[in-house]
């Protein structure tokens, strides 16, 4: 159970990392084509502000995908001088805060969309964009995130619980380390 709930969030988080690639390479160029058209005296304007936009919803929703390629930093000084379930305990302790913390910050995203539906706020800018289109998916990615990672953490400890810590470095475990083992 532990396995496929973790193969189908990389199965969607691939999808996800997919799409927010396209989005990135569409504003990437949208920016290109702003650039050309300013070489010959005119320009789309905002791009600045667009792309800024795009990074951070890009970032929100990147992070579940990052979390399943094991590609959050991860300070492991005292973890790699432990056995395998030394270092699944670590790495169950790990997902465990990164959980708690991207759950708090999901959480403390809602304060700041709320204040921008209830002002009505638009950014200070020439295209003075309502804030909320670009918050509701910053935020839908922030819970996108706390939702793979407890999933993750969930299924990580029922694999812990079974004692197979392969499966546990695998899933939350770090990449070199994968790698090494394969």
């Not at 600045?48 to 300070?75: F, K, N, P, Q």
């Not at 998916?137 to 619980?161: D, E, K, R, S, Y």
Request: charged share 15%.
């Amino acid at each position: 159970m532990a396995e496929t709930m973790l193969n189908m969030l990389k199965q969607v988080n691939k999808a996800v990392a997919g799409l927010v690639g396209l989005g990135l390479l569409l504003c990437a160029a949208f920016v290109l084509i702003d650039i050309v058209l300013r070489q010959m005296g005119a320009s789309f304007g905002g791009t600045d502000e667009i792309s800024g936009y795009a990074m951070a919803i890009a970032t929100s929703w990147g992070m579940g995908y990052a979390l399943m390629e094991l590609g959050h930093v991860r300070i492991d000084l005292i973890r790699n001088r432990t056995g395998q379930v030394g270092r699944s305990l670590f790495d169950l302790f790990s997902m465990a805060v990164l959980s708690g913390t991207v759950t708090l910050i999901a959480v403390k995203c809602w304060p700041v969309l709320e204040r921008s539906l209830n002002n009505a706020s638009r950014a200070n800018t020439p295209l003075e964009t309502p804030l909320a289109w670009v918050q509701v998916p910053w935020m839908v990615g922030w819970v996108w995130f706390a939702i793979v990672a407890w999933l993750t953490f969930v299924a990580a400890a029922l694999l812990v619980l079974k004692g197979n810590h392969g499966a546990v470095q695998d899933a939350i475990g770090i990449r070199a380390e994968a790698e090494a083992l394969e």
